[in-house]
C-alpha cells in the first residue's frame, strides 16, 4: 500500500505513567489501580488458557504464538506498573521473544501456515527483546522478518519504520537504502523518519524531540481508543504507561554508544537506566510454562 496522510500505529501508543518518582518528569496522570486489577486478572486468565491450547496441540490458529507473546508483554508491563518489578518485567519480555521465534522456526519448517504473522509489523516481540536486553533473540527475530511486507494490506512506510529500526541491529549496511526509501514514501516533517535519521546519523540531540513528537501521537491515538472504550481493559491498562518500542529505540541508540536519550514519555528511567545483565533472562524454552 502506499502512502497516505496521518500516521496511526495505535497498538504502541503512549500515555502518562504511575509514580513520579520513577518516571519521567514530563509524565503526569496516575494509572487507575482498579483498571490494572481488571488486567491482570485478564492477562493471566487468557495467557494460561492459550498456552493450555497451545501445549495441547488444539489450535492451528497462524496468530497463536503471536498472541501469546504479546501477553508475555503485558503481564511484564502489568508486574512492572503494580510492583517495579524490573526482574518480572525482563523476564516476560524476553519470554515473548521466546514464543515469537519459537513461531518463526516452525513457519520455516513448514510446521505452520504464516498469513500476514511473519511480517515484520507483527514482530513485536522484536522490540520486546531489546527492551529486555536480550540481544541474541532480538537478532535472530530481525533476521527472520527482514523484508517481510504484504504490499496489499500494509502501508510502507510503516513497513520502513520497523524494517529500519530491524536493520540498525541486525544489517547496519541496510541503514542508508532504507532512510532513501523512507524519505520517498513519508512526509519530510515525519517523525518516525526524524527518529530513524537520527539513530542512522547519531544525532543524539535529535532523538529525544522524535522520540517524544511519536509519543504525543500514540497518547492522542490510545485517549481516543479510551473514550468511548475501543480497546480491551487488558490492553488500556498496560500500554499507555509503559512504551516498549521507545525503550527499544533507547537500548539501540545506547548499543551504538549514543547517550540514553532523557525525558522520553512512558519510558520509565528506572528501566531505562536498567544495567544490561543486572537480571537473569529465562531460560529456553520456559514460556511454554505459565
Known amino acids: 500500500m502506499q502512502r497516505r496522510a496521518g500516521h496511526d500505529l495505535t497498538l504502541l501508543a503512549i500515555c502518562p505513567i504511575v509514580r513520579a518518582e520513577h518516571f519521567s518528569s514530563t509524565d503526569k496522570v496516575p494509572i487507575l489501580m482498579a483498571e490494572l486489577d481488571e488486567a491482570q486478572t485478564l492477562i493471566y486468565a487468557y495467557l494460561d488458557e492459550a498456552l493450555q ?65 511473519t511480517t515484520a509489523l507483527k514482530n513485536f516481540a522484536y522490540f520486546d527483546a531489546l527492551a529486555a536486553h536480550d540481544w541474541t533473540s532480538a537478532t535472530e527475530l530481525a533476521q ?5 511486507w504484504n504490499q496489499e494490506t500494509q502501508y510502507e512506510e510503516d ?39 537520527a539513530l542512522h546519523t547519531r544525532a543524539a540531540e535529535a532523538l529525544p524531540a522524535a522520540l517524544n513528537t511519536i509519543a504525543d501521537i500514540r497518547q492522542a491515538n490510545f485517549a481516543a481508543k479510551r473514550d468511548p472504550p475501543d480497546l480491551p481493559v487488558l490492553v488500556l491498562a498496560t500500554e499507555p504507561y509503559i512504551d516498549v518500542q521507545a525503550l527499544a529505540v533507547c537500548r539501540l541508540a545506547q548499543r551504538r554508544g549514543m547517550p540514553a536519550p532523557v525525558g522520553i514519555r512512558s519510558v520509565p528511567d528506572t528501566l531505562l537506566e536498567m544495567p544490561e545483565g543486572l537480571h537473569r533472562l529465562p531460560a529456553p524454552d520456559s514460556w511454554r510454562i505459565f
Open 53 to 117: 491450547q497451545f501445549n495441547l496441540g488444539s489450535t492451528s490458529d497462524s496468530g497463536h504464538l503471536t498472541t501469546i507473546a504479546y501477553y508475555y508483554r503485558l503481564r511484564g508491563i502489568e508486574a512492572y506498573l503494580r510492583r517495579m518489578d524490573e526482574s518480572a518485567f525482563v523476564s516476560d519480555l524476553s519470554k515473548a521473544a521466546q514464543a515469537r521465534l519459537h513461531y518463526l522456526r516452525a513457519c520455516v519448517a513448514g510446521h505452520v501456515r504464516d498469513g500476514d504473522y
Open 144 to 148: 527472520s522478518c527482514a523484508g517481510q
Open 159 to 197: 513497513f520502513l519504520w520497523v524494517e529500519f529500526l530491524q536493520a540498525a541491529l541486525a544489517a547496519p549496511e541496510s541503514e542508508a537504502r532504507l532512510l532513501d526509501r523512507f524519505r520517498e514514501v513519508a512526509q519530510a516533517d515525519n517523525p518516525f523518519l526524524a527518529c530513524c535519521t
